[in-house]
Every structure is written in C-alpha cells, then in structure tokens.
T-cell receptor, first 110, second 115 residues
C-alpha cells in the first residue's frame, strides 16, 4: 500500500471550510484513497473514498489531483463536533486491512 | 439498526494473565477485523476473520488469536499479557458482498490496561 503524508495538526474556525491535505505520491493505478476520522474516545468513522474523480457525500468532499499524487478532504462548514484525528489511507484493491498513519489532528475553534 | 458492539468497555488485567474481548458486527456484515491502538498512535491491524477463518494477519505474535462464530461475532484472545499490550482494542466489521473490506464500521473499543 502506498504511504501517505499528512500534517500532524491543523486549526480551523467554526463555520469555515476545513481543508485537510494528504500526499500519496507513490499511489498506483488501482489504489483508492479513503478518509476516516476518530473523535476522542470513539472508534474511527468512515468519511469518504475515491479513485480518480472528485467525490461528495453528506459529510465531506474529496478532491483528488489529476495525477492522483495528492488529495484534499473538505469539510464545508466545520462545527465543534468535527474536532478529531483525520486519517488518509491508500488501499490496494483486494487488500484486507486498513493501514493507519499518524493522521491530522484537526481542532475546530469557536 | 445496531452498529458494532464490543464488550467489555474497560478491563484491567495483570501481567501473564489471559484476556478475551468480544465483538458483534453491524447487522448484515460478515467480516470482522481487529485493531490495536496504543495511546497517541493510529490503529494497527491485528487480523481479519471471514467465514470463520483468519484471512489475513498483521505483525502480531501468536499470543494474539481469534475466532469467528457462525453468527459472525468474533473474539480476540491475548495470552501471557505484557505491559505493552495495554491499548484500545477496536473491532471493525464490513460486508464482503458490498465490494470489499475498505469501508469498515468500527466499534467503540475495549480499553485494556495491563498492570
């Protein structure tokens, strides 16, 4: 599985868009980009995933660059409840496990 | 619809003892994965069970073993506990028929403390 690089921490004001970057320069053609988050004292929660195209769901948007070497998770209107550690994971098709890195600790400030 | 449930919530054991953690997957899910999360670290994959068989294993010693039952629930057993086994143990379930194990639903975890 390709390695990912994320900033260790970020801050964002409540109500603003939170943009979380992830570098995955060694990603291969059949690897997906997945995002999970972990709120304090809870298990990780699936957010969104994509292969090539940008994706949007009720929680977030995922923007993947054309060369697929990086991506950005966008929380359009961050709330205090979005404070969590966000993990960007690249998964090979057919893989059975999630490989978590250190993630980005996102703090939403009032 | 119940999500993934784990028991117990917290557990304190002594070095050398054995522990069994339990997990019930989300309704409709047939695959269970176990992860260990040390304080301040991301979860680390222990193993995955599907059709009552261990399908893949992470870099964990044989002291860690598991089982999956016909109703898809699962147990994680750890023998000869070490202080370093203190961690949050997470169970995640997924549906093979839905396209793989990528989208996993996690339980709240069991906090194990070894003294």
């Amino acid at each position: 599985d390709a390695k990912t690089t994320q900033p260790p921490s970020m801050d964002c004001a409540e109500g603003r868009a939170a943009n979380l970057p992830c570098n995955h320069s060694t990603i291969s053609g059949n690897e997906y980009v997945y995002w999970y988050r972990q709120i304090h004292s809870q298990g990780p929660q699936y957010i969104i995933h994509g292969l090539k195209n940008n994706e949007t769901n009720e929680m977030a948007s995922l923007i993947i660059t054309e060369d697929r070497k990086s991506s950005t998770l966008i929380l359009p209107h961050a709330t205090l409840r979005d404070t969590a550690v966000y993990y960007c994971i690249v998964i090979n098709q057919g893989a059975q496990k999630l490989v978590f890195g250190q993630g980005t600790r996102l703090t939403i400030n009032p | 619809d119940a999500g993934v449930t784990q028991s117990p919530t917290h557990l304190i054991k002594t070095r050398g003892q054995q522990v069994t953690l339990r997990c019930s997957p989300k309704s409709g899910h047939d695959t269970v994965s176990w992860y260990q999360q040390a304080l301040g670290q991301g979860p680390q994959f222990i193993f995955q069970y599907y059709e009552e068989e261990e399908r893949q294993r992470g870099n964990f010693p044989d002291r860690f073993s598991g089982h999956q039952f016909p109703n898809y629930s699962s147990e994680l057993n750890v023998n000869a506990l070490l202080l370093g086994d203190s961690a949050l143990y997470l169970c995640a379930s997924s549906d093979q028929a839905a396209g793989g194990s990528y989208e996993q639903y996690f339980g709240p975890g069991t906090r194990l403390t070894v003294t």
